[in-house]
Structures are given as C-alpha cells and as structure tokens.
Nanobody, 122 residues
Framework: QVQLIESGGGLVQAGGSLRLSCAGS????????MAWFRQTPEKEREFVAS????????YYASSVRGRFTISRDNAENMMYLAMSSLKPEDTAVYYC???????????????WGRGTQVTVSS
C-alpha cells in the first residue's frame, strides 16, 4: 500500500491556472500507474487523467484534454497535474490514485489520497 497526499488546490478565477501535486510515501510510485480523479457532491467520482508507470503514455478525459497536463517524477516520488484555462465546471475535490495498471475506472485503483479542493470562480 502506498500513502498519497495531494496539495496545491485553492481558489482561482476562470481562465487561471493551478498545479496540483501528489506525494507518495511507503512505496515507490514507479511501481504504479497513477491517475487524477475529481468529484463534486452532485456527481460520481470522475476520471481526469492517468499516466503509465514510466510516464511514457498519458490519457485524458475529453473535458480536460488540451488544458490539463499530467506528469510524474519517479525520482522524487511525485505526480503532478498542471491545469490551465480553468472553468467553473472544473470545481471539485481532486484525488490522486495508484493502481497496478492504468485505467479510467475508479475501481481499478487501490490507493487514494484524501483530496484537495479546487474552486474556480466565474
């Protein structure tokens, strides 16, 4: 089991940018495919982006493609989500997650952080 802690959330105006970080501990993140999900009180947990173990392949939800970039630094045991051109509909709690294989399904991920709130004002 790997422990994950998200940071970097906050309040930003529409059109602005934020960079989320996910720090891993307990085990090396290079052993895991990683992903970002988000959730609001009105919706189920939603896939945002994922990245393979070596960072060679990335995948994005259509709603964020071209605006968000997922990356990882295995040497630092970190994963990131750079978000730009933010919209009010991006408002959510953002979670990082780890799995054996990359997937867009939340149930494929065994380890989760507690989340970081992102609020985009109009």
């Amino acid at each position: 089991q790997v422990q994950l802690i998200e940071s970097g959330g906050g309040l930003v105006q529409a059109g602005g940018s934020l960079r989320l970080s996910c720090a891993g501990s307990g085990r090396t993140l290079s052993n895991y495919a990683m992903a970002w999900f988000r959730q609001t009180p009105e919706k189920e947990r939603e896939f945002v982006a994922s990245i393979t173990r070596n960072g060679g392949s990335t995948y994005y939800a259509s709603s964020v493609r071209g605006r968000f970039t997922i990356s990882r630094d295995n040497a630092e045991n970190m994963m990131y989500l750079a978000m730009s051109s933010l919209k009010p509909e991006d408002t959510a709690v953002y979670y990082c997650a780890a799995a054996q294989f990359v997937s867009i399904l939340p149930r494929a991920y065994d380890d989760w952080g507690r989340g970081t709130q992102v609020t985009v004002s109009s």
